[in-house]
């Protein structure tokens, strides 16, 4: 039984684990792809539902684009992040997690990248659909796209810290909804609005305010998520 | 190896663990029993560093709980009833994945050597979704073992196994002390741990109430002495 | 089971005495207002209670922080009480601007700031409760109420900046073009002297009331020891 076995090297084990968490949820999802129907076929209905609810006509459809693809966005993001913690809670495997030797914010950091890349995979997939469907303008223009990107990444952040602290509760999947989405307005509204400028072609700096609401919102729940994650998964 | 002063543990009002005594010197395999609600899988969780003591001292390998824990996790090896492992991924990809969170190097023989040692060397490439609980339980002793760790615990690792699967898991556990570990189990299945530990703990009412060793016990005497132990 | 202690039997008389005075000094007292008319008088109680409810939650926010640090039970059982009485407080705040709106603006309610920034207050405030609700560990249960008002607290400064932006960009096209001042009337100094009044009167009352939930909280809690002890 060697000691060298046992001698970890702390720094490189962070991102090591950051990563390993992330991989192992990607991993995963590829096998079962149950997270990822889940999401898009609810996306779809929700795009689906609107349409039947909201009876536009071409110009107004146009001006409703941005706000109907962020609640599409915004419900669909809460069955993943509700799914991805529900499977670490389901086989204890939360407990593996705070097993191991590393910094618990390193498993907050490799949620929060999975959370995000299965919310841009939903996007990814659900916007040329839309396009096909209804043909909005502007549609394919890079600020909406990085629009979408800091929007999803402020919401993952939070959630993903709302999300771990909902499924240790009784009520569970209900919770997490109730509990995002007042503390995640400022970047639906952000969000939208920035969304909805570049789609009408307005200048970028037009925009900025939204785009710096939007930045200082992630890096300040970022770092609060970061601060508070331990003393949400200790005992 | 394992020292714990008077550890006391709370939930809101309620006391689990009252003021709680125990030691274990290294390479000794204690066997914690106790009825059901007598704090056991409290304490292993103490013990694991997943719950934090309310008061009292608890030191593993020369460290700290809660204050050092991280160093106390690279040392530990825990198997809970639950087997801690990912459905959808196989056997091999849940080795190296805690491989990689406890930082461990050489990771692929790592992962067969003890692929090997649980007889799971065959499936590795099969999804744990499909394995019996038996070689769900295997693999989650492999998980533990991966890090070669110093100390090991097992709460109720025969629940839910079959007379093969439990015989399987004997024989794992049997190598396991083999190889110098210090372990610290719970069970309720009295036969079971007779055959293997070298001491046991009787835990009752979030207190230590009663101690021997197997030496002293004598081989069948377990029963008696449980019994007796918590009328006390 | 303890009586009042004379300090709040004391503060009782002087809240209830104080919110007659209120009352008076709104209605009759402060003059009447040339453009809005009677509905105006609202606005004094709506502003005490809007204030002090936002005072409520800043506490809430600061008992939890504490709480994160000492982890003594007290200071949840502060940030409890304290999002409770807020949270009424802050409910009729909203419904007595609204009642004021009715007449000024044409509309029971606008989607201007400071109202949809108390409106989504009141969803934080619910949310918490509803967090609470569903944890059987009071420690995990008063950490997680103190991380959710940290979170909430965080994110309505930036809910108000987002939802200024919105609207100053969406101005609201209703009743005077002040529509985001306080309806925007000149306050003589009987008006002032009112409000601060009002202000006060609600301070002490939120106290009183605050006193009697710590009361309540720790007589349920000296209830739930009783019950666990007979159980034992």
Redesign the interface.
Known sequence: MSEKLTSARPAENYFGAVRAVAWKDLIAELRSRELLAAMLIFAMLVILVFNFALELDREARESVTAGVLWVTFAFAGTLGLNRSMAIEKDGGCLDGLLLAPVDRSAIYLGKVISNLVFMLIVEIIVLPIYYVLYNPKNFFNLGFFGVILLGSIGYVAVGTLLATMSIQSRTRDVLLPILLFPVVIPVLVSAVQASKGFLAGLPVGELMPWLNLLIVYDIIFIAAAFMFFDYVVEE | MIIVKKLIKR????TVLRGLDFRVERGEFVALLGPNGAGKTTFL?IL?????PSLGRVSIAGYELPAQS??V????G?V?H????????TAE?NLQ??G??????ELPQ?VNQVLEMVGLLARRRD?VRTFSRGMQQRLAIG?AVL????VMLFDEPYTGLDQDASEMLDGVLRQVAA???TVVMTSHDLARAEGLASRFDILSRGLITASASQASLGAGNLLDFYKQALTL | MSPQPRALVALNVVSVLLLGASYYASLVYAPLEAVMGAVQRVFYFHVATAWVGMLGFVMAAVAGIIYLWKKDLKWDAISVAAVEISLVFFFIAIVLGSIWARPIWGTWWTWEPRLTTAAILEMIYLAYLLLRQGIEDPEKRARFGAVYTLLGGISVPVTFVSIRLFRTIHPVVIGSGSAEAQGGFNMAPAMLQTMFFSIIAFSVIFVTIFWHRMRLASLANRVEQLKLKALD
Request: glycine share 6%; aromatic share 12%; net charge positive.
């Open positions: 939930f809101g009002l309620k969780r694991a560093s997943l719950s934090r991280a160093a996790r690279r040392r530990l825990v809970s639950m087997p801690l492992l990912y459905g959808d991924l990809e994945f805690y990689r969170m406890y930082n461990l190097p790592r999804l998980r890090p070669d760790p110093q190889q110098g570990r």
